[in-house]
């Protein structure tokens, strides 16, 4: 990410599930709020620069709707943009409703970006403590896109600014009320921008003050990453898109070299959902052109 610069990412992620919530049926993940927190000029931009930007995903799509750029912007945003936003949020949160049940009473998202999950569960104001986690740039950006949509933050939700990527710290955390509980943590669309080694050591960082029961959901790319083309070459696309923005990805993992640097951080796997897994889940008999992307898996894992 450039230096004080807020995450195109976290941009293009709550596009895609705006679209999905105002034009798609049935509904992975219902992100009702997105459309709120970004511009109708933004929304509207970023359609105009996918539509015209159709050569480089596709050439026979580009001829096959060159009169028809509404279905050019949902293939784009169907194929290339919206599966794993959609269906990583719609995993993590049926995980979280869960631990939520079984105890939970902190929520940590780490590279929060426009995560409308606290304002669409009002519900858990008194019952989950919710800390969301971003680059200072980005969630300042937040802060002003929920002051627009005149949306106030209620006093279970804590924003705490941190470039948690190049140095984690847990202070800024207490100084807002975080506790030694059981808590959830999420880190989705982040392990691929960090290498091998970053990612351990977070791991390690997270879970060194939180006690035993404690779980994390997150996302990452197999070791196929930078060789697989995927549908469309979306995969190929996904790498390349990644580098141009200033976030390049940086790292894959075999499932084996997950299971030791999760073992490392003292922490077991519960689930580990394949990308066929995934289609299956999320995706199973749709109609349009949305599946499960390739070369992308979750894992929920527990603190011994």
Not at 167 to 172: A, C, G, L, N, V
Not at 218 to 228: I, R
């Amino acid at each position: 990410m450039r230096e004080n610069e807020s995450s195109l990412t976290a941009l293009i992620s709550a596009f895609s599930r705006a679209y999905h919530s105002q034009y798609d049926t049935p509904k992975i993940f219902d992100d009702y709020l997105a459309k709120h927190l970004i511009s109708e000029k933004e929304f509207s931009d970023i359609s105009q620069n996918m539509i015209q930007g159709i050569q480089f995903f596709n050439k026979d799509i580009a001829r096959k709707f060159q009169d028809d750029p509404e279905e050019i912007l949902k293939w784009i945003t169907q194929v290339q943009l919206s599966p794993t936003p959609l269906a990583r949020a719609a995993y993590c949160e049926k995980v979280l409703r869960n631990e939520v049940v079984l105890g939970a009473k902190q929520y940590v998202i780490l590279g929060a970006g426009l995560d409308t999950f606290c304002f669409r569960h009002p519900e858990l104001e008194d019952s989950l403590d919710i800390f969301e986690i971003d680059y200072p740039a980005t969630q300042q950006l937040k802060k002003k896109r929920l002051d627009d949509a005149r949306l106030t933050i209620p006093a279970n939700l804590h924003l705490v600014p941190m470039d948690f990527t190049k140095t984690f710290s847990y202070q800024p955390l207490l100084d807002e009320g975080f506790d030694n509980q059981k808590t959830f943590f999420s880190l989705l669309g982040v392990s691929y921008y960090l290498t091998e080694e970053e990612n351990k050591s977070l791991l390690n960082q997270l879970f060194a003050h939180v006690p035993s029961g404690s779980s994390i959901v997150f996302d990452y790319a197999d070791e196929t990453l930078f060789e697989t083309k995927g549908k469309s070459n979306r995969v190929e696309h996904m790498v390349k898109m990644a580098s141009v923005s200033g976030e390049p990805m940086k790292s894959c993992f075999t499932y084996l070299e997950i299971e030791k640097a999760l073992d490392s951080a003292g922490l077991l796997i519960y689930e580990h959902v394949t990308p066929a897994e995934i289609n299956d889940l999320f995706f199973k008999k749709r109609t349009d052109y949305l599946s499960a992307f390739e070369t992308i898996h979750y894992i929920h894992a527990v603190k011994k």
